[in-house]
């Protein structure tokens, strides 16, 4: 199957249908996915500015780390159950859309990065994390926030 073709099977489930045939039902789970990408976002961005040491000095990284995983966990997991049904009721437009592919990509290495390498240089609790902490942090706002662009792309281009 080429993707293309998976592009319109997808376009053709029921739950693609279902999201198109009513008014209401695109607004309401794209504003759940915009809301959790706020969290998402936020809850991050706080832990990367501190392991930068450009904010919430006080707290220790590992600590701030631990009392945001939860929120970054749950979010995360609503983007992505909200992300499905936005995607399947508009497959084939995201199939030629030049925004979608990189937002794609850049979510997937968004992930691992973050539950590979960023995950670790958190568990230090250094004032300001050490350098590599200082270099994960870097590259995890580079990362979401490429996400968060690409998406935003999505409705321009």
């Not at 199957?1 to 009513?22: K, P, Q, S, V, Y």
């Not at 159950?81 to 925004?99: C, H, Q, R, Y």
């Not at 300001?128 to 990362?143: C, D, F, N, R, T």
């Given at each position: 199957?080429?993707?293309?073709?998976?592009?319109?099977?997808?376009?053709?489930?029921?739950?693609?249908?279902?999201?198109?045939?009513?008014?209401?039902?695109?607004?309401?789970?794209e504003t759940i996915h915009i809301l959790a990408i706020t969290v998402?976002?936020?809850?991050?961005?706080?832990?990367?500015?501190?392991?930068?040491?450009?904010?919430?000095?006080?707290?220790?990284?590992?600590?701030?780390?631990?009392?945001?995983?939860?929120?970054?966990?749950?979010?995360?997991?609503?983007?992505?159950?909200?992300?499905?049904?936005?995607?399947?009721?508009?497959?084939?437009?995201?199939?030629?859309?030049?925004?979608?592919?990189?937002?794609?990509?850049?979510?997937?290495?968004?992930?691992?990065?973050?539950?590979?390498?960023?995950?670790?240089?958190?568990?230090?609790?250094?004032?300001?994390?050490?350098?590599?902490?200082?270099?994960?942090?870097?590259?995890?706002?580079?990362?979401?926030?490429?996400?968060?662009?690409?998406?935003?792309?999505?409705?321009?281009?």
């Open positions: 199957m080429d993707l293309h073709a998976f592009f319109e099977w997808c376009d053709t489930t029921a739950l693609g249908l279902a999201i198109r045939g009513n008014s209401w039902s695109f607004p309401l789970v998402l976002l936020g809850s991050i961005l706080m832990t990367d500015l501190r392991m930068l040491g450009l904010a919430l000095r006080g707290i220790p990284v590992a600590r701030l780390q631990r009392q945001l995983a939860k929120s970054i966990d749950i979010s995360l997991l609503l983007v992505v159950l909200t992300g499905i049904p936005l995607f399947l009721s508009e497959a084939v437009k995201l199939d030629d859309n030049i925004a979608f592919r990189p937002k794609i990509i850049l979510l997937v290495l968004a992930i691992l990065f973050h539950y590979g390498v960023h995950n670790r240089a958190t568990s230090s609790d250094a004032p300001a994390g050490p350098a590599w902490g200082k270099l994960a942090a870097v590259v995890s706002i580079v990362l979401w926030f490429g996400v968060g662009a690409a998406g935003r792309a999505i409705g321009f281009v």
